[in-house]
C-alpha cells in the first residue's frame, strides 16, 4: 500500500515490519500488514470489525492486537479470508479509506519539518498498546489521533513500558489484586527504529550517578508517529531496565528515573532523529527536564545559562491536569539531587539553584522540589483542561507569582475534549450518517453541523439508543459471569447477572479511577435508598468499574464497602463491578449506559471526559457540576448536583447524596419509563437532542485541537506573563 506524505524517521522500519508480516498472509489480503502497522484502522469504518472477522476468537484472545492476530491465525483461517469475495472487499474498501486519510494535506500554519513534539507519561491510543492507565493517557491518545486527523504536524514521546499498568482481580469481599503482564513489542504494531546499517538507535541518558542506554521503538498513529523509549536492554542494569517497567511505578527512586527518560532522554531521541521541533508540549510535569536538556544546547554555544533557559522557555506550552496534591507530587531534596545530579554540574549552576527552580518559593530551603513547578517555571504557556479547573489552577498557583489577585496569574484553559470516531458507537454513527450532511465527522466542531438532529424522528433516535444498551447488556452479562466465576461465587450469584440484566432497563454507568475524590461512596450513602432504586416496577441497573492505585488501600475500600451490599438479591441481579477496567471496556460502557454518573468532590475534577463521550452513543450526564460539567449543562441537557465547595466534607457528602438520591427518585427514572402509545420516551430523547445539539460541538477534540493551534502552539513566543 502506497502512501505519500511526510516521511518521520523510522519510515524504513516500519515498512519492513510490514513485509515481514504481509509474507503470511495471501497477496489480496497484503493491504491488513500495512493497516495492522498504523492504529488509523482502529477509527476508520469497518477497521475493528474487519480485523474481528478475521479470527473472532483469536482477535479476542490477542487483546484486539490486529499485529498479533495476523501472526497467531491459522493459514487455513487466511485463505477461507482470500476466498471470500465480500471479505476481500471489505479490505480493498479500509485500504482506499486509509490512503486517502493518510494522504490528506498538513495543516497550512505548521510545518511537518518542525512538528509539535508532546510528552506524556502514558499515552491510551488503544487497549492492545498497554501504556495507558487511565485518563491522562486517553486524552494524550485522543490529541494524537487528532492532530493526524486535522493535520496537525505532531510527534508523541512517551515510554515503552514493558509491564505496562496493573491488571486487577477482585475477591469474593471485594477487595483488589493486582499482577502484572509483560509486553513483548515485537508482537505489537510497533518498529524498533534503526540507523541507515539496520542496527538500533540507541541514546544514553544520565540517572542518578549512571548513564542508562534506551532504545527507540516508533508506533503509528494514523499520521503522528509516537516515538517511545525503552530500556529493558542487556547491557543495563535490572535497576535501570526497571525505569520502562511499570507506568506510574510505586518506588519515588524509579519513578524520578522515569522522569530523568522522558525529559531528558526524549530531547535526546528527537535530536538523534533528526527532528527539531517547533513547540515542545510537556502534557503534565512528568517529562519537565526536557526544558534543561534543550538548555544544553544553548550553554554549550556560549550562552549563560538563565539566557539560554528564557531562550528554551519560549518554545515550551504545559498543561496542568489535577488540582489534587497526590497527582503534583514531590520529592526530598536529596533524592531529586541524586537523581538528576548530572543537571546542575552541565549546566553549571549551584545545586540549590537547581532546586528552587523546582519549589513553589525558590529560596525557601524546606519546600520539597516537584515536577510541577519546574514545569510552571520553563514553560511560556500554561494551561488547565476546563474553565473552572484553569480558575482552580490560578489559586492553587499564585504562591509562584508576584500577583495581587489569582486572576493575574497567567494560567488559561483549553478545556479537553474527545476524539469522535473513536468513541461514538456504531449505531449512532449510523444514525447520524443518514441524517447529517456529508463528511459532517470533521466539521464535528461547528454547531451548523448538528442542528439537523432536530430532524431525525424520535423513534430512530430512541432505537439507536436501545441498540447501543443491547449491545452493552450482552456483553456485560458475559463478562460479568466470567468474572463471578473467576472470583469463586457460588454458581447462582454467577446466574444472576444473566437471569436480571435486562436490556430495555435503565442503564447507570459509573467507571472511574477508584480515588476518594471521585466519591463512588455516594452511590450507597444511603443504603435504603440505593436499594429502593433497584426495586421493580420501574429498576434501574448499575455497571460501574474501575482501578485503585496500588498503594491506595482507601481507594480499593471504597470499592468493598459496595460488595458489603452484595447479598441482597437486587444487587445481585442489577448491580455489576467490571473488573480490570481499560479501554475496550471504557468504549463499550460509554456506549451503552443511559446515564452517567459522577459525583467527584468540587472543586478536585480537572474536567473528566468520560461524560463526553457519552453525548455522542445518545447517554445523559447526571454530574457535579465541576470539571467540564460546569461549562456544560444548561438546564436541559442532563442533571446536575451543586459544585459547592465546603471544608467539611462530611457535610458535603450528605448534602449531594440527597441531591444525587432526589434526581433518580423524582426526575430521572421517572422520565425514562414514562412512554407514550408507541413505547418511545419523548421527553427523555428530547433530552438527548439538547445534548448532542449543545454538548457534541463543544467537547470533541477537533474544537480541543483547534483551540491548542490557535491560541497556543501558532503564537508567537511571548512572554506570557511574570516569570515565576
Not at 337 to 343: K, M, P, V
Not at 599 to 624: D, H, Q, W
Not at 662 to 670: A, D, I
Amino acid at each position: 500500500m502506497q502512501v505519500r506524505g511526510h516521511q518521520w524517521p523510522g519510515e524504513e522500519d516500519i515498512h519492513r515490519a510490514v513485509s515481514q508480516l504481509a509474507k503470511r498472509l495471501p497477496p489480496v489480503l497484503e493491504p491488513l500488514a500495512s493497516l495492522a502497522y498504523n492504529y488509523l484502522w482502529s477509527w476508520l469504518p469497518d477497521g475493528p470489525e474487519l480485523f474481528r472477522d478475521v479470527d473472532p476468537l483469536r482477535f479476542i484472545a490477542a487483546q484486539e492486537n490486529p499485529v498479533r492476530l495476523l501472526q497467531e491465525v491459522t493459514p487455513l483461517q487466511l485463505e477461507r479470508c482470500a476466498a471470500d469475495p465480500a471479505f476481500v472487499d471489505r479490505v480493498q474498501q479500509v485500504a482506499s479509506a486509509f490512503q486517502a486519510a493518510m494522504n490528506r494535506p498538513w495543516d497550512p500554519a505548521l510545518l511537518p519539518t518542525s512538528p509539535i513534539a508532546f510528552f506524556c507519561a502514558e499515552f491510551g491510543v488503544h487497549k492492545s498498546m498497554p501504556i495507558y492507565s487511565g485518563g491522562l493517557g486517553i486524552l494524550a491518545g485522543d490529541i494524537v489521533k487528532e492532530a493526524s486527523d486535522m493535520g496537525i504536524p505532531m510527534v508523541g514521546i512517551g515510554l515503552m513500558y514493558r509491564l505496562g499498568y496493573f491488571h486487577q482481580r477482585l475477591d469474593t469481599g471485594g477487595w483488589q489484586h493486582e499482577f502484572w503482564v509483560d509486553t513483548d513489542p515485537d508482537r505489537l504494531p510497533a518498529a524498533l527504529v534503526t540507523n541507515g546499517s539496520g542496527k538500533a538507535i540507541k541514546i544514553e541518558v544520565p540517572v542518578w550517578d549512571t548513564t542508562v542506554t534506551a532504545h527507540i521503538w516508533r508506533v503509528d498513529i494514523g499520521r503522528v508517529p509516537l516515538y517511545l523509549l525503552d530500556t529493558h536492554l542487556e547491557e543495563n542494569s535490572p535497576i535501570q531496565r526497571w525505569i520502562t517497567a511499570r507506568l506510574y511505578e510505586g518506588n519515588h527512586d524509579i519513578r524520578l528515573g522515569q522522569y530523568a527518560m522522558m525529559g531528558i532522554g526524549g530531547i535526546r531521541a528527537l535530536r538523534r532523529l533528526g527532528l527539531e521541533p517547533s513547540t515542545i508540549h510537556l502534557n503534565e510535569g512528568h517529562a519537565a527536564l526536557a526544558a534543561f536538556e534543550k538548555a544544553f544546547q544553548h550553554t554549550e554555544n556560549g550562552d549563560p545559562v538563565w539566557k539560554a533557559l528564557q531562550k528554551v522557555k519560549q518554545t515550551i506550552v504545559f498543561t496542568t491536569h489535577t488540582p489534587v496534591a497526590a497527582g503534583n507530587e514531590t520529592y526530598g531534596t536529596q533524592q531529586f539531587l541524586t537523581a538528576f545530579r548530572n543537571i546542575p554540574e552541565r549546566l553549571g549552576i549551584d545545586p540549590e539553584q537547581f532546586l528552587g527552580q523546582a519549589r513553589i518559593h525558590p529560596m525557601d530551603t524546606t519546600q520539597h522540589p516537584g515536577m510541577t513547578p519546574l514545569a510552571i517555571r520553563l514553560a511560556r504557556s500554561i494551561n488547565g483542561v476546563s474553565r473552572r479547573h484553569g480558575d482552580v489552577a490560578r489559586h492553587m498557583w499564585q504562591p509562584m507569582y508576584n500577583t495581587k489577585t489569582a486572576a493575574e496569574v497567567p494560567i488559561s484553559y483549553v478545556t479537553n475534549g474527545v476524539h469522535l470516531p473513536s468513541w461514538m458507537g456504531k449505531p449512532f454513527r449510523d444514525l447520524l450518517n443518514r441524517y447529517l450532511p456529508e463528511g459532517w465527522v470533521t466539521r464535528a466542531a461547528d454547531p451548523a453541523t448538528w442542528e439537523p438532529i432536530d430532524d431525525i424522528p424520535a423513534a430512530e433516535l430512541w432505537a439507536a439508543r436501545v441498540a447501543s444498551r443491547r449491545s452493552l447488556i450482552d456483553m456485560v452479562r458475559e463478562r460479568s459471569a466470567t468474572d463471578r466465576l473467576r472470583r469463586g461465587e457460588d454458581l447462582d450469584y454467577v446466574q444472576a447477572a444473566f437471569r436480571a440484566l435486562d436490556p430495555n432497563t435503565l442503564t447507570v454507568g459509573f467507571a472511574r479511577r477508584l480515588a476518594a475524590y471521585k466519591r463512588l461512596h455516594l452511590l450507597i450513602h444511603s443504603p435504603g435508598r440505593a436499594l429502593a432504586l433497584l426495586e421493580d416496577p420501574h429498576p434501574l441497573q448499575l455497571l460501574f468499574a474501575g482501578k485503585a492505585h496500588p498503594m491506595d488501600d482507601g481507594g480499593k475500600r471504597i470499592v468493598q464497602a459496595m460488595f458489603s451490599l452484595k447479598p441482597s438479591p437486587r444487587v445481585r441481579e442489577r448491580v455489576a463491578f467490571l473488573e480490570d477496567y481499560d479501554a475496550g471496556l471504557g468504549a463499550a460502557l460509554v456506549s451503552g449506559c443511559d446515564v452517567w454518573i459522577n459525583l467527584p468532590r468540587p472543586p478536585l475534577e480537572a474536567s473528566g471526559t468520560s461524560g463526553m463521550k457519552v453525548v455522542l452513543n445518545g447517554g445523559l450526564n447526571l454530574s457535579v457540576l465541576d470539571g467540564w460539567w460546569a461549562e456544560a449543562y444548561n438546564g436541559r441537557n442532563g442533571w446536575a448536583v451543586s459544585g459547592d465547595v465546603d471544608h467539611d466534607t462530611t457535610a458535603q457528602d450528605t448534602r449531594h447524596a440527597e441531591e444525587f438520591y432526589e434526581l433518580m427518585e423524582s426526575v430521572v427514572v421517572p422520565l425514562f419509563y414514562s412512554r407514550n402509545e408507541h413505547g418511545i420516551p419523548v421527553l427523555w430523547v428530547e433530552r438527548i437532542r439538547a445534548s448532542l445539539k449543545s454538548l457534541a460541538p463543544q467537547f470533541v477534540a477537533s474544537r480541543m485541537l483547534r483551540d491548542y493551534r490557535d491560541d497556543i502552539y501558532t503564537q508567537n513566543a511571548r512572554n506570557s506573563g511574570e516569570t515565576p
